[in-house]
């Protein structure tokens, strides 16, 4: 099922790539064997030398400003017509240095760690969702060489989300030329195009989808290992899309089996979703706070890094309100 696909012409490694349907992603996260086979699959030693000894968990990190442009025209509600969404930055400057501080972190601390545990990474399949991705990958990039090509840990990426896929046109895509080299997803590409079809409408020639905005979600030629699924739901007689919840479930379960034995760190940043998950008795907290609650839960700490440089408060309440009136550049 694990299919080695060759690395991206615009430059990377090769790569392990798992597609699977959901009901395949199901049959893995219901077996508590299976997770051993799939590590052992993607050829990922969990004894003896050079084997894992830590697990990072990278992300969420949203609200900055690829994530909130993901969709490269706004065609529905308030956006429509606008050209950007600005960040939660006070300038573009801002965000940059902010952005900046991540790169430091990643270099000096981050990538120093993975390297001298051999650890296994998680990644967001989509850089441009996930700051801590995105700056993650980069840094590798940019310091593959001192490694001699081969890096001494792993990067898993993971996604169900066709559908944002499929909404890139863009030719040159790395998800079209993953595609291309995946048999399993070769075979599966038309009850994915179909499925596309009955929730978008006909695609037009040029590879959109009428009345609905152009994502540039795409891979990063970087990750070592793709974790895939179609999302297609396996209960309907003609293809449709359905829930994460198997992929989800996959998902956890690799991760609880890994956390189970090695330490894990998660690590996140930005701005979290709202949006309440109704499955989970969390009121308040958005789909990414109560994975946080979770990890925390399991004993793994949860590490937040704060990316804004803070001024030094001081006055009273009224003299701090004027403060921020007057940095603002009017009333708050």
Same mark, same amino acid.
């Given at each position: 099922?694990?299919e080695d696909?060759? *690395?991206?012409?615009q430059?990377?490694?090769s790569r392990?790539?798992?597609f699977?349907?959901s009901?395949q992603?199901?049959?893995?996260?219901?077996?508590a *064997? %299976?997770?051993?086979?799939?590590?052992?699959?993607? #050829? $990922? @030693?969990?004894?003896?030398p050079?084997?894992?000894?830590?697990?990072?968990?990278l992300?969420?990190?949203?609200?900055?400003s690829?994530h909130l442009n993901?969709k490269e025209?706004k065609?529905?509600?308030?956006r429509?017509?606008?050209?950007?969404?600005?960040?939660?930055? =006070?300038?573009?400057?801002?965000?940059?240095?902010?952005?900046?501080?991540l790169?430091?972190f990643?270099?000096?601390?981050?990538?120093?760690l993975?390297?001298?545990t051999?650890?296994?990474v998680f990644?967001?399949?989509? @850089?441009?969702?996930?700051l801590l991705?995105?700056?993650?990958?980069r840094?590798?990039? =940019?310091?593959?060489?001192?490694?001699g090509?081969? =890096?001494p840990?792993?990067?898993?990426?993971?996604?169900? %989300?066709m559908?944002?896929?499929?909404?890139?046109?863009?030719?040159?895509?790395e998800? /079209?030329?993953v595609?291309?080299?995946?048999?399993?997803?070769?075979?599966?590409?038309?009850? $994915?195009?179909?499925?596309?079809? /009955?929730k978008?409408?006909?695609?037009?020639?040029?590879?959109?989808y009428?009345?609905?905005p152009?994502?540039?979600?795409?891979?990063?030629?970087? @990750?070592?290992?793709? $974790?895939l699924?179609d999302?297609?739901? %396996?209960?309907e007689?003609?293809?449709k899309?359905?829930?994460d /919840?198997c992929?989800?479930a996959?998902?956890?379960?690799?991760?609880s089996?890994?956390?189970?034995?090695?330490?894990h760190?998660?690590?996140q940043?930005?701005?979290?979703?709202?949006?309440?998950?109704?499955? /989970?008795?969390?009121d308040?907290?958005?789909? #990414?706070?109560?994975?946080?609650?979770?990890?925390?839960?399991?004993g793994?700490?949860?590490v937040?890094?704060?990316l804004r440089?803070?001024?030094?408060?001081c006055g009273?309440?009224a003299?701090?309100v004027?403060?921020?009136?007057?940095?603002v550049? *009017?009333?708050?």
């Amino acid at each position: 099922m694990v299919e080695d696909v060759p *690395g991206s012409p615009q430059g990377g490694p090769s790569r392990k790539v798992l597609f699977l349907t959901s009901a395949q992603a199901e049959l893995l996260a219901g077996n508590a *064997g %299976s997770m051993e086979l799939l590590l052992s699959a993607l #050829e $990922i @030693p969990m004894e003896g030398p050079g084997s894992p000894k830590v697990t990072l968990k990278l992300g969420p990190a949203k609200g900055f400003s690829d994530h909130l442009n993901a969709k490269e025209n706004k065609t529905e509600g308030e956006r429509k017509g606008l050209d950007r969404i600005k960040p939660p930055f =006070l300038s573009d400057e801002e965000e940059r240095l902010a952005e900046q501080r991540l790169d430091i972190f990643l270099a000096d601390v981050l990538l120093p760690l993975a390297a001298r545990t051999h650890a296994i990474v998680f990644v967001n399949a989509f @850089p441009s969702s996930c700051l801590l991705t995105k700056a993650f990958l980069r840094m590798v990039a =940019l310091h593959r060489g001192k490694w001699g090509g081969a =890096l001494p840990f792993w990067i898993i990426a993971m996604t169900s %989300s066709m559908q944002n896929l499929y909404r890139n046109p863009d030719a040159h895509s790395e998800w /079209r030329f993953v595609r291309q080299h995946c048999r399993a997803w070769g075979y599966r590409d038309a009850a $994915i195009l179909e499925a596309m079809r /009955r929730k978008l409408g006909s695609p037009k020639q040029d590879g959109t989808y009428p009345n609905t905005p152009v994502f540039n979600h795409d891979f990063h030629p970087e @990750p070592s290992v793709l $974790i895939l699924s179609d999302n297609i739901d %396996s209960n309907e007689t003609t293809p449709k899309f359905g829930t994460d /919840r198997c992929f989800d479930a996959l998902q956890t379960q690799l991760v609880s089996f890994l956390s189970a034995k090695l330490p894990h760190v998660a690590i996140q940043t930005g701005t979290p979703y709202k949006k309440v998950r109704s499955t /989970r008795n969390v009121d308040g907290f958005g789909k #990414e706070f109560a994975g946080s609650i979770e990890t925390c839960a399991s004993g793994a700490p949860v590490v937040y890094l704060d990316l804004r440089r803070r001024e030094p408060v001081c006055g009273d309440h009224a003299e701090r309100v004027q403060q921020a009136m007057k940095k603002v550049g *009017g009333p708050l």
